[in-house]
């Protein structure tokens, strides 16, 4: 019985990470750079229309990933959630073109 509840208590054991200030400013430093690239794209890229509301969601999209993987902390947790999070993008990303599709189409 002992023995049972041992293992059962070593299973609990849960790993923090703690992430470094420098991998908190870099992050930082990144979605900055990545605001400031969506602002220059959104005033000096308006002749581009359609291409510059790509550009911006590409960016957006990168800002998403940065802020998932390491605010998130989806660096150190099971690839199980990585590969859940990457369904959910992939089944948005698919009824989006749908949906794009569909209306270009009336």
Do not use: C, P
């Amino acid at each position: 019985m002992e023995n049972h509840k041992n293992h059962h208590n070593e299973d609990q054991h849960e790993t923090h990470h703690i992430a470094s200030y420098k991998e908190h400013f870099s992050t930082l430093a990144a979605l900055l750079l990545l605001t400031v690239v969506t602002v220059v794209v959104s005033v000096f890229g308006a002749n581009l229309a359609t291409l510059s509301v790509a550009t911006a969601l590409l960016i957006a999209t990168i800002k998403v990933i940065v802020v998932a993987y390491y605010f998130m902390h989806l660096k150190y947790e099971k690839k199980i959630y990585s590969w859940l999070i990457l369904l959910v993008v992939v089944l948005f990303v698919a009824f989006t073109v749908l949906t794009a599709i569909e209306y270009l189409n009336r």
